[in-house]
């Protein structure tokens, strides 16, 4: 079993879905965990669900923020042991109806965001000489979507710059990684099936079968499972495993 006791773990996009989960896999370990979100209400909800999780306020996409939460959550926890950049957000529409501010947000939360968090939590991992930066990104980092091509251009951002980034650090005691999943049961899914139901009018249960479609499993992944692939990248077991992309799709990827 992985014994996180004395490290501190952040968690963003913590108050719900895959980061609520990696959070309470974490501080069950053993780790004291800042998650990390914009609306309060969730990250708090997020917290009572064990004694070591707390929360910051914190926007991914603006630098003040990130430092600012990051001063405040040193200020609880102590240095930061692990990152886990998981804020993220997605948008459907057609490639020719998307804005480039649309376009724009699109890579503000997803990559920049994760450039943000890591470039916060290195200082700490580089005078530790150790530590886990790990990002959730998706198998829309690994291959094309149709109407997400923001998403999908951020999370390929995300690969690549897991990789370079691992390289850089490879002999720092700090590894970088990201996993890659395929769709998830949590609310931003049910809002994508919610989305091809008005648009198309085909009903839920078609709707979701068509987004289960590309996994041969023919199901979702949970966000039990990749917390649980976070917590085994958090060991030292994986300290070997750098600059990985690891897919959780059935068979997809």
Excluded at 37 to 64: F, W
Excluded at 70 to 97: C, E, L, M, T
Excluded at 100 to 108: K, N, R, S, V
């Amino acid at each position: 079993m992985t014994d996180l006791s004395g490290k501190h773990a952040i968690v963003t996009g913590g108050g719900t879905g895959v980061g609520a989960a990696i959070a309470e896999t974490l501080a069950h370990a053993g780790a004291r965990v800042t998650v990390m979100g914009r609306s309060e209400m969730p990250l708090r909800q997020t917290a009572k669900q064990h004694k070591s999780i707390g929360y910051v306020i914190c926007n991914v996409t603006d630098p003040a923020s990130v430092t600012a939460a990051f001063r405040d959550a040193r200020g609880v926890n102590g240095a930061v042991d692990i990152i886990v950049a998981n804020a993220g957000s997605s948008k459907s529409k057609p490639f020719k109806k998307t804005t480039l501010g649309e376009f724009q947000a699109m890579l503000d939360v997803n990559l920049s965001g994760v450039f943000n968090c890591f470039q916060a939590a290195l200082s700490d991992m580089e005078h530790t000489g150790q530590g886990r930066m790990i990002s959730i990104a998706s198998t829309a980092g690994l291959k094309g979507y149709t109407y997400v091509s923001g998403y999908v251009a951020a999370k390929h951002g995300v690969v690549g710059l897991t990789r370079a980034l691992a390289l850089e650090l490879a002999k720092t005691g700090v590894t970088v990684n990201t996993v890659c999943p395929g769709f998830v049961d949590t609310p931003m899914l049910a809002r994508s099936v919610d989305n091809i139901v008005k648009k198309t009018g085909m009903d839920r249960e078609k709707a979701e079968k068509a987004l289960r479609a590309p996994n041969p499993q023919d199901r979702f992944v949970t966000p039990e499972e990749i917390a649980s692939l976070v917590l085994w990248l958090c060991s030292d077991a994986a300290r070997g495993i750098n600059g990985a992309a690891l897919p959780i799709s059935g068979g997809e990827i």
